[in-house]
């Protein structure tokens, strides 16, 4: 620790290589199935699993589905 600012330099470095965002991309034409909701039963175990994976990749618990 004696030289701290290679270390936050290596840290920013991480921070910026780690994708932040998502991209999302709509058809053009009318999807030919409807979607049907799923009951809380379904999703909060999803949820769960999801949640503890992004904090393990320190992305911290916010997924809600």
């Known amino acids: 620790m004696r030289n701290h ?3 936050e330099n ?3 470095e991480q ?3 780690r994708l932040r965002s ?3 991309y709509q058809t053009l034409q009318k999807p030919s199935i409807t979607f049907q ?3 809380q039963k379904a ?3 999803l949820e769960k699993d999801i949640n503890e994976w992004f904090y393990e990749k320190r992305r911290g618990r916010h997924a809600s589905l």
């Open 10 to 12: 290596i840290h920013e």
């Open 15 to 17: 921070y910026f290589c």
């Open 37 to 39: 909701e799923t009951s």
């Open 22 to 24: 998502f991209d999302y």
């Open 5 to 7: 600012k290679i270390i």
């Open 43 to 45: 999703t909060v175990p």
